[in-house]
């Protein structure tokens, strides 16, 4: 009897399991289907991402005050006579064992809200899942879908402003949040310990800004390249600082007895730490990404595409094991496993696997990110630990303005000192308009909810989200209006625009000038960086660039002869036109979330690409494939979808 | 202290995790480039799914022998004074509270055995990850990428062999190791519990065939495609009664006191529920396949293949987790899902989205399968709870090899009284010989090894499936080349051969002929839905067939007009051709294991299909459409691997 009875009990948690995820499922479908109708009657001041969020508030409304409270069958009490923790029970019920496991800590103030709804405890999920499964996917694609040519032209003032930008917003709000938090402690608003580190945690967790939205809507308008590829990879870069920032904000633990006070030893120790897990961090994805560029150039996996693809994926998700079995942020492996292979291995691929991998890491990518948003949006009500204080919510928004604006334009004055192509004031504004938060906030956040000031941060990321999505999103087109951006750019083609200080390369101008212009622009290290790149990784990872036997110096001959592709051989004479092939499917790679997704036949690239680049080559320095690679046609594939037909083109 | 101590722990915990799942996935990258070296140097007396249970054997050994036993943080006695059981424990530990979720019961014999070693019991998975995350996708692929021409025209075969066979080979083989038990019993070999239901549930398990070995190999040769058909079909289907058959007889629970005895009411209750839940399922499977081809129809979803793939993927996941939600069988549903899906919704997708589908199931499939099969390799020396008779596993190789052998020569011999293309000896050779067992057998037995019973089928089981899968899968070819089967058969244009007494349908006679044979050939059942499905069906849920104004009575006039699709009204004149279009993009969907990878590219189909099929389409009656369906060329793109010399070639 007792035997049955448990199996009843676990055939109704497994069936309740079942249905909790069936409701994220319909959930998602629905707003498949209202993003098909969204597109399809071209509405546009809401993206994809606020409808899930709003499905997700409506789903949770329903599920809080719509389903009965049950009495959890839950055992409250027990056991209290030990004195150390396990991660394994086992219990003698009448002579049988049964096995727990660990799960968590609850605070005692809570132990109520466990037992009131076990559908709401059902639609909770572990923070954890956020961090291993649903971002790795997210951040991976959004490696892998870089555009390599805008963002490496860009490179440095990226960098500025993922790394700078990041340290300085965290630094900047969470001082802002720490007058806050004296302010409520002062007014009497404030009814438990919120430290110093819980406000600069706070900073590092909403410094990860998330333009997923003015992203799409930039595709889908044809915004200014360049300003495209500054927002993209800034938010991109900055993901990956912000995680480890907040690793080392928490692992900042002072050793004297007042273990929130500043510790000149442990500040050091945190640097130290932010570093090294960086640095760790890309260290192991740029070298699963080289191994998996080894081993798709030295076998002919590529004559069979599902393997190909199968070791693909299976050595990109091993980065992210590899990583956090080693100590280091998976998350932040994955970001460079996947720019090392769309930069190495991609070119390796057969021309199916390109399609197939890219094709799979999108499906992923965008269940991944709308099921995040919707998750949101029903945690505002099935999340039980929330703490709403206005003073720390509206301290919070007025923060991360000033914050946003306190790296934005002292840093865009400063990297207009050095660049020639200077980031205009509109261009400026933009940036700062497009500091929403999204995915990455908000698992930075849910981690950890223990305590008092931590739920406190989880529920304002929450509201900071939700507002930021909604308005930005509906505000970025209007606002692109306003600013005067250009929209409708082929990036191809594109005259420089006279009235603008953001000047584009490709000029119909001759190939000198150009040069000209490409060795000014490009700072020495990305030089250094790229000629060694082209001379010595290209060859030796690909199939593509200069046979090394002409690179290296005569004593390595024999290495160099074992490590260049006999393709490289084969087809020396072409080898200018099997580059700018794989540059051209470097710049196919462009993946979008708007009406454009690119269809995956990659064929059509390479045959433009032999017009259009015939007539410029005459020598293959790494110094003129440097100014091809800058150069080259993007190659942009047209979508099926129509190109609107936008207010903007008569202001332009 | 305490609370740094348990994030230490849960940190520690969490590296092992990711430890254990890098092992997996490195196994599976190994056994990829295993496979390729294989393939690329035409090995064949090793499948790919034998390959990844040596390595899973050969990683066990290591865990196995090579880990130092770490005594566990396991606390193996205490609370005993409760005599209820809970699905969550609340522990207090020195004032703080933790909580626990019950993962199973432990039997007494075994305490010991959960402390031994920590590694080995991470990388011990959750039986229902076989059942909820592993085999969904591998049902799914194989109802998906079911050749449907070949299928249809041996359904009546198949659905004998598929239902009765498993019956009958459940009940044999249940009956004989019955007998084995007793011997056993009789020699003082066992020493707990053998019931008769365990008997029929292991009969039930070891029942569900996986020749995906066989498959490979005959894809690889091109062996006949109506044996083809007839095992493809057979161990699809028969996962399905396998997996049914088993849950009604964990339902047999007699009433009385002895509850191992026979009881009329039970027995007829287990029907019911064998009934019950086929049914279920069958029918949730194909009404989700039914709505998302209604979405996929009556929505320009296809615009965007990104959102139409994404729905794809919901909608099958979500038959699967309604089907478990209702208590029918999730794997069962997904299965028909995959069939409807393939029949109906497949036709609605853009040419983007039938090559993102495909391939995406396919990846999923071959991942999920070789990492069963690596597992299994493992399990056999990281499972705990190993019990091996000689004994039993002697009598259990004969009891599989007879109940395969009763059911497949007088099936067959019965099957022959109605068939005209009869199945000669050779075919009935082969099918005795393809009868392995593989990842449906492991899932089954894995499912419940709580008692002494289980366990040692569980370990029977283990080893029936290592011997079949690396001996059958071996003997495939010299076994092929000694039944005298063809091999090097194209589908599209084979000759009847003259000395076979199987027929093959597409020869070079007139039409009239030809339909003759397929009108004989059919079964009047058959003919029946055939005519139903083409006349409303395909019209209704897809852009092909006839306008339902020409085939429904009048007086529905107006839901006519509705659900007919305008392309339907549109294209009426070339309607036949784009019927064949549909016809041949369904038969492309030929998925293989082999070199035979086939492209995605299924835009060059309906060319050859337009030319080859014009000269006979004269009229659009159901009749011709199902002789054109039966009859139209299969169109198996050529794999860009060579086809191999074999010497089948001389003696044919």
């Known amino acids: ?29 629905l707003t498949i289907l209202t993003i098909w109708l969204f597109k399809h009657r071209r509405v546009r001041f ?10 997700g508030l409506i789903v949770g409304v329903i599920l809080r005050y719509g389903t009965p409270s049950t009495s959890g069958r839950d055992k409250p009490i027990s056991c209290s006579q030990e004195d150390r923790l396990f991660t394994t029970l086992l219990v003698n019920v009448s002579g049988k064992f049964f096995e727990y496991t660990l799960k968590g800590e609850i605070s005692p103030g809570k132990i109520h809200n466990v037992e009131q709804n076990d559908m709401l405890r059902k639609v909770t999920f572990d923070p954890e899942v956020f961090f291993n499964i649903l971002l790795p996917p997210i951040i991976f694609h959004a490696g892998y879908s870089l555009k390599k040519r805008h963002f490496f032209r860009n490179l440095g003032s990226i960098l ?5 930008g990041t340290a300085v917003s965290c630094f900047i709000i969470g001082n802002l949040m720490y007058g806050v938090v004296k302010l409520m402690k002062l007014v009497g608003q404030l009814s438990d310990k919120f430290y110093y580190t819980d406000c600069l945690l706070f900073g590092a967790i909403i410094s990860a800004t998330d333009p997923v939205t003015v992203l799409a809507i930039f595709n889908e308008l044809h915004a200014d390249v360049d300003l495209y590829a500054l927002l993209f990879g800034e938010s991109v870069l900055n993901d990956a600082v912000a995680i480890v920032l907040s690793s080392s904000i928490v692992a900042y633990q002072p050793t004297g007895e007042n273990t929130h006070a500043f510790d000149a030893a442990a500040f050091f120790k945190s640097v130290g730490v932010f570093l090294g897990i960086f640095s760790g961090s890309f260290m192991m994805g740029a070298v699963t990404g080289v191994v998996t560029a080894l081993v798709t150039k030295f076998t002919k996996l590529h004559c069979f595409p599902l393997l190909e693809t199968a070791l693909f994926f299976l050595m990109s998700w091993s980065t992210f094991l590899l990583a956090e079995a080693c100590g280091f942020t998976g998350v932040v492996a994955v970001l460079f496993c996947g720019i090392t292979q ?47 204080s206005p003073v720390f919510i509206i301290g919070a928004f007025i923060a991360i303005f000033l914050g946003r604006a306190a790296h934005i334009y002292p840093l865009s004055f400063l990297l207009n000192l050095g660049r020639r192509h200077k980031i205009s004031w509109n261009f400026q504004h933009m940036m700062m308009f497009s500091g929403l938060r999204g995915a990455m906030a908000f698992a930075l956040a849910i981690r950890d909810t223990a305590t008092y ?14 507002f930021t999505v909604w308005i930005v999103g509906g505000g970025t087109t209007p606002m692109l209006s306003w600013l005067n951006i250009r929209v409708g750019v082929d990036p191809d083609q594109d005259p420089p625009p006279t009235n603008d200080s ?9 190939d000198s000038e150009r040069r000209n212009r490409t060795q000014q622009e490009s700072a020495w290290l990305f030089r250094l960086w790229y000629s060694f790149d082209h001379n010595y990784l290209k060859p030796i990872l690909t199939h593509s660039g200069p046979p090394l036997t002409t690179t290296l110096p005569s004593w390595c001959g024999l290495i160099a002869r074992c490590l260049t592709s006999p393709q490289v051989y084969d087809n020396q004479e072409q080898l200018r036109e099997e580059d700018s092939d794989f540059i051209l499917n470097d710049g196919d790679l462009t993946v979008t979330y708007g009406d454009t997704t690119i269809t995956a036949n990659g064929s059509s690239g390479p045959h433009t690409a032999t017009t259009s680049l015939d007539g410029r080559r005459t020598k293959s320095s790494s110094e003129e494939a440097l100014e ?25």
């Open 1 to 29: 009897m007792e035997e049955l009875a448990t199996e009843k009990e676990a055939e109704e948690s497994h069936r309740q399991d079942s249905v909790s995820l069936l409701t994220f499922i319909l959930l998602l479908t």
């Open 46 to 55: 809401l993206h994809e991402t606020g409808l899930a969020m709003i499905y």
């Open 160 to 164: 500025a402003y993922a790394f700078l």
């Open 342 to 388: 769309a930069h190495y291995t991609y070119n390796n691929l057969s021309v199916e696997s390109r399609s197939r991998t890219k094709q799979l890491f999108e499906v992923l990518h965008f269940l991944a990110e709308n099921f995040i948003f919707s998750y949101m949006g029903l945690a505002l009500f099935t999340f039980q630990k929330h703490i709403f």
């Open 453 to 466: 000031s931590h739920q406190m941060m989880f529920s304002t990321t929450l509201l900071i989200v939700f």
């Open 502 to 510: 953001f000047q584009v390369l490709q000029g119909d101008g001759p």
């Open 628 to 652: 091809r690679d800058l150069g080259a046609a993007d190659h942009e594939v047209t979508s099926r979808g129509t190109r609107l037909v936008f207010p903007l083109e008569d202001n332009a």
